[in-house]
């Protein structure tokens, strides 16, 4: 089982509509979670983190994360086509005393004009 | 803030000879420095994480004498890919954390990445 589940897309919405990405983690003892934007041929930026369950927004972005399920989601609200791009979930998770990011493979997204 | 600077952009080199990536944090000092390879179409694969006057610690599979990681101080840690091969054609990216930022809850920041590409 990978340790970070993303599906690959392309998830495809139309332009002013909700974009949302999902994300499912296998380490319980995972406490941070990232969601990094990347554009092809660049490096990640970064969007957003979350570390207690339940909702954080920053302008149109939204994240949610339930540490029940293990499941973490970004949501993007008026999505325009300059959002469209490769959508990277990390997880940071402490092993043996180091810490390690773990990036999923990430969902590309297009948001049609 | 957070500003991490890689060098070179892209480099094209000859199958056998070495090639010395650079990623420094410019805003502020890094005590923790990632370095991530990604193939096209996949994700970001970590190779190795240093530490500022200490070993790079290597990922299961990456062959440290192979990809030497050198952390001098805690502003530059570059990255030496060995007798290149085609098959070492990456997309190679350097990420920092700052000093005081040893807790799992900080973000990275990345640098631009280098475009390896070995004929």
């Known amino acids: 089982q990978k340790e970070v589940e993303q599906n690959s897309g392309p998830l495809s919405v139309p332009e002013g509509a909700i974009a949302s990405l999902n994300c499912t983690y296998s380490?319980?003892?995972?406490?941070?979670f990232f969601w990094y934007r990347q554009y092809s041929g660049k490096s990640p930026e970064l969007i957003m983190f979350?570390?207690?369950?339940g909702d954080k927004e920053d302008g149109r972005f939204t994240a949610q994360l339930n540490k029940a399920s293990q499941y973490v989601s970004l949501l993007i609200r008026d999505s325009q086509p300059s959002d469209s791009a490769t959508y990277l979930c990390?997880?940071?998770?402490?092993?043996?005393?180091?810490?390690?990011?773990?990036f999923g493979t990430g969902t590309r997204l297009k948001v049609l004009a | 803030g957070a500003v991490v600077s890689q060098h070179p952009s892209r480099v094209i080199c000859k199958s056998g000879t070495s090639v010395k990536i650079e990623c420094r944090s410019l805003?502020?000092?890094?005590?923790?420095m990632f370095w991530y390879r990604q193939f096209p179409k996949q994700s970001l694969m970590l190779m190795a994480t240093?530490?500022?006057?200490?070993?790079?610690?290597?990922e299961q599979g990456v062959e440290k004498d192979k990809f030497l990681i050198n952390h001098a101080s805690l502003t530059l840690s570059t990255l030496t890919v060995t007798s290149a091969h085609p098959e070492d054609s990456s997309f190679y990216i350097c990420?920092?954390?700052?000093?005081?930022?040893?807790?799992?809850?900080?973000?990275?920041?990345f640098g631009n990445g280098t475009r390896l590409t070995v004929t």
């Open positions: 990420s920092a954390l700052g000093t005081g930022r040893t807790s799992y809850n900080s973000p990275l920041h």
């Open positions: 380490d319980r003892g995972s406490q941070s």
């Open positions: 979350i570390y207690s369950n």
């Open positions: 990390a997880v940071s998770t402490a092993t043996s005393g180091t810490y390690k990011y773990i």
């Open positions: 805003d502020f000092q890094a005590t923790t």
């Open positions: 240093s530490n500022e006057g200490s070993k790079a610690t290597y």
